[in-house]
């Protein structure tokens, strides 16, 4: 059965800090990997997604995965986080079935 | 404009009275979704489907059914809802890769349906 874990339920840092958020997750074959994330009271917006070709996967608003086989890993990044990237940010994984992480939070300090 | 609706956004009902939230897409998308989210749960999906007539389960179908019938819709339902339904409901659409294991690409979200069962 795939499963997505997302270890850190809660991160906070400070603005223009780099950022990474991890993922690890458990499927049979090549996997389609995501990362959306919700705003608070909104729904879910993609932000990047891994189906196949270059491990790093370039996104919106400077976010950037990379796909890691052998660790079973598809970590989000940023070099420089804005007030405006706090949010709920969610791994998924999946082909038809979709499973989502249970999501980690990010708060942005001034 | 693109967009995934549901209706209503917003719903109180009572323990055993079928109810129905409606999912409707614009986009002429293959593939439709149902999940719930519950807090420090994420995202649960409950029913998909890949095309018109075809719906299978997902991680949490118990208590839902769904059905396709048009392409552009993809209604829940809830025969006889309980307090344990009680959520936060999501409809999604999306394209499908093509290929022998093609799945689901980018999924568009609704608003979002808020269900409270009394």
């Known amino acids: 059965a795939q499963s997505v874990t997302q270890p850190d339920i809660h991160i906070t840092v400070s603005e223009g800090a780099s950022l990474e958020l991890r993922c690890n997750y458990s499927?049979?074959?090549?996997?389609?990997l995501f990362w959306y994330v919700q705003s608070p009271g909104q729904g879910l917006q993609l932000l990047l997604k891994?189906?196949?070709?270059?491990?790093l996967v370039q996104g919106i608003k400077g976010f950037e995965a990379e796909f890691k086989r052998s660790q079973s890993s598809f970590n989000l990044r940023k070099p420089s986080v804005h007030w405006s990237d706090a949010a709920e940010y969610f791994c998924?994984?999946?082909?038809?079935?979709?499973?989502f992480g249970s999501g980690t939070r990010l708060q942005v300090q001034p | 404009e693109a967009q995934v609706t549901q209706n209503p956004r917003y719903l109180i009902t009572v323990t055993g009275k079928k109810l129905t939230v409606t999912c409707s897409q614009n986009m002429n998308h293959e593939y439709m979704s149902w999940y719930r989210q519950d807090p420090g749960l994420g995202l649960r999906q409950i029913y998909y489907?890949?095309?018109?007539?075809?719906?299978d389960k997902g991680d949490v179908p118990e208590g839902y059914k769904v059905s396709r019938k048009e392409k552009r819709n993809f209604p829940l339902i809830l025969e006889s809802p309980s307090p344990n339904q009680t959520s936060l409901y999501f409809c999604?659409?999306?394209?499908?890769?093509?290929?022998?294991?093609?799945?689901?690409?980018?999924?568009?979200f609704g608003p979002g349906t808020r269900l409270t069962v009394l």
């Open positions: 499927y049979g074959a090549t996997p389609y």
């Open positions: 998924a994984v999946g082909r038809r079935a979709l499973t």
């Open positions: 489907s890949m095309n018109v007539e075809v719906t």
């Open positions: 999604a659409s999306s394209s499908i890769s093509r290929g022998l294991a093609g799945g689901s690409n980018e999924q568009f």
């Open positions: 891994y189906f196949s070709g270059d491990t």
